[in-house]
């Protein structure tokens, strides 16, 4: 775990519907229970995070709900909508959007061209045609383009590179540019795959500083999965913890830190019941 000082969450949970909902999800795999029975909400204006040790079910549960795996059992919802059956791509278009663990970008692209093409998939599919006809940029760009780009470039620190090429990015740069683009599409609701996986200390402050600023100016909510336990509790509104595939606590970052079940799920700590916690077959045998 990494120990970095952070100053707290950005905002209180707000009491509107939930952005996005997760309402009892059963994911089986064969005999294997990936998740069982697992409920978790993310409101408006806020950072919810989502901890558990390795194979507790966190990617089964971004899976679900980005739309690329359908649970056994349950539903999600976008903004009350049930979207359980949705596509990524229609969910995209309802709001939602993600990062993945190892970005993946463009390399014949600039920084700010990436920004550019999201910006262009969300708000002006039909300049995307037209681009590809004409080779990129033979017309000129449109204002509000140009200017929601610039503030997404100089949000994310990006302007002191954004003419240069995505070849030989640092991952931190990589990261935020990422985040940039995932911006670009005006999401409700971004999800965020281990975005400090692979940055140093120093660069994963200013990747969390950036993050809340993200949540208070743009007014974006965030699900983030994420190893660095100290991050998540620094950042999050409310986290919830998974364990063998199902929830073991939820709350606040503080009441988090107090949770036995959560210090003995990392510490190895002996607490009780433990059986539970096991991953069993549909058979009830250990897996
Ligand atoms: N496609 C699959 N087929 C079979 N079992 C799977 C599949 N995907 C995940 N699992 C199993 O489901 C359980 C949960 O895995 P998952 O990857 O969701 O956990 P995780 O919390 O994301 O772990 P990590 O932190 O190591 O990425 C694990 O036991 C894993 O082996």
Redesign the pocket.
Known sequence: MTATSRTGPTSSASTTAPRLEARHLT?R??G?I??RDVCLQVPAHSITGLL????????????VVSGLLRPTAGSVLMDGRDVTRTSPQKRAGLGLARTFQHPELFSSLTVREHVELAHRIRHAKRRLWSDLITGRGFLPQPAEEKSRVDELVGALGLTSVQHRSVTGLPLGTARLLEVARALAVDPGVLLLDEPSSGLDPRETEELAGTLRRVVSDHGVSLLM?E?DVELVLGMSDFVHV?D??VKIAEGTPAQIRADPAVRAAYLGEEIAPTDFRR?VTEQGEP?
């Open positions: 994911v795999f064969g294997l990936a998740l558990g040790p390795n194979g507790a079910g966190k990617s089964t549960l971004f899976a999965v190893h998974l063998f595939g991953p897996a």
